[in-house]
């Protein structure tokens, strides 16, 4: 018998996976270096950042948590 899983359950499982998993924290930490490096001279606020194909949205949620304004869309 197979298992069944829900859009729900699958979207919280990939969250996760984006949350914890070492290759997504890796690249998140290195986005986030290259991105304060780059706009280390503004305010954080001002910095529009359009991640187009943000997956579950993790790194945008992290983005808006350092202060960012961050938005982001996935097909």
Same mark, same amino acid.
């Given at each position: 018998m197979s298992k069944t899983i829900t859009p729900k359950k699958?979207?919280?499982l990939?969250?996760?996976m984006e949350k914890n998993f070492f290759w997504f924290t890796s690249l998140?930490?290195?986005? #986030?270096y290259?991105?304060?490096k780059y706009f280390k001279n503004r305010n954080?606020?001002?910095?529009d950042i359009l991640d187009a194909g943000c997956g579950?949205?993790?790194f945008v949620f992290d983005l808006k #948590?350092?202060?960012f304004n961050a938005k982001g869309f996935d097909y």
């Open positions: 699958q979207h919280q990939m969250y996760e998140r930490e290195n986005e #986030k290259f991105i304060s954080k606020e001002s910095v579950t949205g993790y #948590k350092d202060g």
